[in-house]
């Protein structure tokens, strides 16, 4: 079976689902049951959303999951499948073996990613037996918190708890997705510790999709969130000291530099805010499985300069830790690989799909990867003497960008400004860097991190002014056919 490759596959793959359940299998279905139970005691006919929860699973849940790259069968090259049902889990307090509907595991540790829970079509989403003006996501965290619920919602969240905790138990995992539908609506847990293990429940880790139409028209959301890769590839985070128990050398076949970091603004007694960047390194590893892991070294923050002078500095240290850990990789995993280019990632789109170059994992904090660079500039321009670091000689040519920047910024988000070499001052720059990625314009982008809508420029959230030239996403993004650059090598 072929991997679905994309959201857009997996919508008209999902629209061929609800037109073979809705126009065929449902009714089917609901003809023959009212054939052979219909009695004169018995004589309500047996509608499409009584059918059981079995033929859910087999005519729908089945089906989307596939369509998510969860799958149930696999080639004999592939190995085993990577979605295991009716996956049986010991529970030590009660000393009983409890079941789950669906398991789905990391290809070769056998590491929990995903719970699917199934209930019967008939079943609806949860309401609050005291209503109160509540979304769908804040019923189902209130829920969570002990708010008694309608119908057996309160019982089954208890089951899904329980079902998470002995996974975690058994594996010191907690899985990254918890899905519960009825094959109609669904409800997907971004956060499985934060809703099942923390009591917190925060209802904006939290997606409700009230019934098929809602799948619909959010599918783009459900493929982000759920598609195998992407949930395989949320790179975990682990201390060297957990490595070795992860992943044999053996099986890394890549390496890349990367960064955590995170954006702040601080408050001026007489000026406005000034922005404020923290760095630390961190090292992505993939298995030749196609899993990636990301490894944090010493907990050692480092904060950009406000001073240039100190800015060369800055860089070495943040370099010579960087290659620390590296160092420190290569001998637990006893392996000599060394990092591979950016370039190198994005043109490689199995490998890009499950860590995207940059990704933000909460407000204004980041993930980025760095390639065969340690920081996410370059300590000096690849072109020398660009006369459009300095925002009064682009403006004598007429091509200057609006606003000017002559200091530290955070609106627009600027840490570099004019006459410092990390600064470009140009318009045309600015205006290609800030142009969005749309669906006609996409495959002139080629791969990039951002979605529909975003700015092209991979950095645009924290960095909106860098020099390209200085950039370490420079050689990704002069690939593309839409980005031209005024100066050249």
Known sequence: MMRVRNADDFLREFRKIRERYETYFGPRIADIRNQYRLTPVESTPVSVDENLEAHSRVYVVNSLLSALNWRLDSSPDEDLPNLLPEAPVFDLERGTTRFLDYLGLEHKTNAPLLIVETKRPSSELPRLKNPRNSTPEEIVSQGLRGMALTGGWSKWFN???????????????????????????????????????????????????????????????????????????????????????????????????????????????????????????????????????????????????????????????????????????????????????????????????????????????????????????????????????????????????????????????????????????????????SSAITAENLSMCGLRSGKEGQAFCEIWRFEQHLCCRTCSFEMVCTKAAVFKLPCTP
């Open 159 to 433: 089951d899904i708890k329980d079902y998470v905790r002995v996974v975690h138990q058994q594996t010191n995992r907690v899985p990254k997705r918890v899905i519960v539908t009825n094959g109609d609506w669904l409800i997907l847990f971004l956060d499985p510790s934060d809703a099942f293990l923390n009591g917190i429940a925060s209802s904006d880790r939290i997606l409700v999709f009230s019934n098929r139409d809602d799948v619909e028209n959010r599918y783009l959301e459900l493929f982000r969130h759920v598609e195998h890769n992407a949930v395989l590839g949320q790179a975990d985070a682990l201390e060297l000291g957990e490595l070795a128990f992860n992943i044999p050398g053996r099986d890394v076949d890549r390496i890349m530099h990367g960064l955590r970091l995170r954006y702040f603004e601080e408050p001026g007694l007489w000026m406005e805010s000034v922005p404020s960047i923290k760095i630390t390194p961190v090292l992505f590893i993939r298995s030749r499985f196609g899993a990636w892991l990301r490894i944090e070294g010493p907990r050692k923050e480092f904060r950009l300069p406000q001073q240039e002078i100190e800015l060369g500095s800055h860089f070495n240290d943040v370099r010579n830790a960087a290659e620390f850990l590296l160092n420190q990789v290569r001998q637990s995993l006893e392996i000599t690989l060394t990092p591979s280019p950016l370039w190198k990632h994005y043109g490689d789109e199995d490998s890009f799909e499950p860590i995207r170059g940059v990704y933000e994992t909460k407000k204004d904090e980041f993930t980025v990867a760095t390639g065969d660079n340690t920081h996410y500039f370059l300590p000096e321009p690849s072109v020398p003497n660009c006369l459009h670091h300095n925002w009064v000689s682009s403006n004598a040519i007429g091509v200057a960008s609006n606003p000017a920047v002559f200091a530290r910024r955070t609106n627009p988000r600027s840490y570099f400004f004019s006459t410092e070499v990390h600064h470009c001052a140009h318009r045309d720059v600015a205006n290609a860097k």
